[in-house]
């Protein structure tokens, strides 16, 4: 089993948080309210300013969820809201949803630059394994991706035979078991 498909299934299958900013292990935030977080940065970051439904288009829910989850994250000191404001990230819900961005970004980037995956489907991916993986392995991830870019790909590799040798071809090639546990 891929080290990926691993994560994803722990994920689903355990549920297995750890410990966020002055938060508890035993009180993880759910992946739901962590996508909150990551949405409202993003319009701050974009529109200086979140709405009650600009979230709800973004994340595609309706504005009641999004009252409600905002309710959630204020009585956990994240977000500052008011019915009728705009929603405004705490400095610890900045820095949760800060860590989740980057977190998404080092996955997505790994998934599209060094896996080939297409553009959707890494960043479809990374919104899931985002979640469930800690700042560390993000920051491994970024790190090995870099690598590969300037180090493999670019001296020794070039991109498309990259790419031609990882991804199966019309016979459907299947890639070696790997010996991870075994």
């Given at each position: 089993?891929?080290?990926?498909?691993?994560?994803?299934?722990?994920?689903?299958?355990?549920?297995?948080?750890?410990?966020?900013?002055?938060?508890?292990?035993?009180?993880?935030?759910?992946?739901?309210?962590?996508?909150?977080?990551?949405?409202?940065?993003?319009?701050?970051?974009?529109?200086?300013?979140?709405?009650?439904?600009?979230?709800?288009?973004?994340?595609?829910?309706?504005?009641?969820?999004?009252?409600s989850a905002l309710k959630a994250l204020k009585e956990r000191s994240l977000v500052n809201y008011e019915k009728n404001s705009?929603?405004?990230?705490?400095?610890?819900?900045?820095?949760?949803?800060?860590?989740?961005?980057?977190?998404?970004?080092?996955?997505?980037?790994?998934?599209?630059?060094?896996?080939?995956?297409?553009?959707?489907?890494?960043?479809?991916?990374?919104?899931?394994?985002?979640?469930?993986?800690?700042?560390?392995?993000?920051?491994?991830?970024?790190?090995?991706?870099?690598?590969?870019?300037?180090?493999?790909?670019?001296?020794?590799?070039?991109?498309?035979?990259w790419s031609k040798s990882i991804k199966p071809d019309d016979e459907g090639t299947k890639l070696p078991d790997n010996d991870?546990?075994?």
């Open positions: 089993m891929s080290i990926l498909i691993c994560c994803i299934h722990i994920a689903e299958n355990y549920k297995v948080g750890y410990s966020r900013t002055n938060m508890t292990p035993d009180v993880p935030l759910s992946p739901s309210m962590e996508d909150y977080l990551e949405t409202i940065l993003t319009l701050e970051t974009q529109n200086r300013v979140a709405r009650v439904k600009d979230i709800a288009a973004a994340l595609n829910v309706q504005m009641p969820s999004v009252t705009y929603i405004i990230l705490t400095e610890q819900g900045m820095e949760i949803a800060k860590s989740v961005t980057e977190r998404h970004f080092a996955v997505a980037g790994f998934l599209h630059k060094v896996l080939c995956l297409p553009v959707e489907e890494a960043q479809d991916t990374a919104c899931r394994i985002e979640h469930v993986i800690s700042p560390e392995i993000a920051r491994r991830l970024k790190h090995l991706t870099h690598f590969t870019e300037t180090e493999l790909l670019e001296k020794s590799y070039d991109s498309e035979g991870i546990g075994e």
